[in-house]
């Protein structure tokens, strides 16, 4: 794993460094790769998802530049049942939606998160929802072990040196850790579809914070 001090190569944001210090320490991966958003990058990452058996590449006559990924049957993007609104308020989170008490959830998740990427990458993906020059627009850091959610990250939003850019060395970013909560222990042999039972998906909208196992 790369050390903290070692972040400052890729940005001289502070609160950027420290937050990715932070889960790196929790979450124990074997290295950390900051996401530059590039071409190159994208097409590298999707040899690596078909090279797993995460991605099949589809027909390039037929379908160019397109890959058939097969999820495991329990795990889907989100789940109404266990998507939570973390506030201090139960009435704050909205008559709709299902309310966890902040402090509790975090230290639920932290419990789940501890170690829970060894033997991945983990990768540092900044982003922005909505057009890079819009003053609607949203910025994020998301830490995921996922290269299948850094590509689909990519397709969604302007990501990489970009967003980074327009963050600059502000702390107006919403920070994300996404886990597929499976650890590569040593022996530990990957799937596909790597994921776990346990799931989580939830928002901290008093600290601008998004966690997700």
Same mark, same amino acid.
Request: hydrophobic share 35%; with cysteine; proline share 7%.
């Given at each position: 794993? /790369?050390?903290?001090? @070692?972040?400052?190569? !890729? ?17 124990? &991966?074997?290295?950390?790769? %900051?996401?530059? +958003?590039?071409? /190159? /990058? ?8 078909? @090279?797993?058996?995460? %991605?099949?590449?589809?027909?390039? =006559?037929?379908? &160019?530049?397109? !890959?058939? =990924? *097969? ?6 993007? *989100? ?22 008490? #902040? @402090? ?10 501890? +170690? =829970? ?7 540092? $993906? &900044? %982003?922005?929802?909505? #057009?890079? @020059?819009?003053?609607? =627009?949203?910025? +994020? ?9 850094? $590509? ?15 963050? +600059? ?19 530990? *042999? ?13 928002? %901290?909208?008093?600290?601008?914070? $998004?966690?997700? !196992?």
């Amino acid at each position: 794993m /790369e050390h903290p001090a @070692d972040f400052a190569r !890729f940005t001289g944001n502070k609160h950027i460094q420290k937050f990715v210090a932070k889960y790196a320490k929790l979450c124990t &991966p074997k290295e950390v790769v %900051f996401c530059d +958003g590039s071409e /190159e /990058e994208y097409r590298w990452l999707c040899q690596q998802l078909v @090279d797993c058996g995460t %991605f099949i590449k589809l027909s390039d =006559a037929k379908r &160019p530049d397109s !890959f058939l =990924a *097969r999820s495991d049957p329990s795990d889907v993007a *989100r789940v109404e049942s266990r998507t939570f609104i973390c506030t201090t308020y139960e009435e704050d989170s909205g008559p709709t939606n299902n309310w966890a008490d #902040p @402090d509790e959830m975090m230290e639920t998740l932290h419990g789940l998160l501890s +170690g =829970a990427m060894e033997g991945r990458t983990c990768y540092v $993906v &900044p %982003f922005c929802m909505g #057009p890079i @020059d819009s003053p609607l =627009a949203k910025c +994020g850091i998301q830490l995921t072990d996922s290269a299948y959610v850094v $590509v689909n990250t990519r397709i969604m939003t302007r990501m990489g040196k970009i967003a980074l850019d327009k963050i +600059g060395r502000s702390k107006d970013f919403v920070p994300c850790v996404h886990s597929v909560g499976m650890p590569l222990k040593s022996g530990a *042999r990957d799937v596909p579809w790597p994921c776990n039972a346990t799931k989580y998906i939830s928002h %901290f909208p008093e600290i601008s914070m $998004v966690i997700s !196992f």
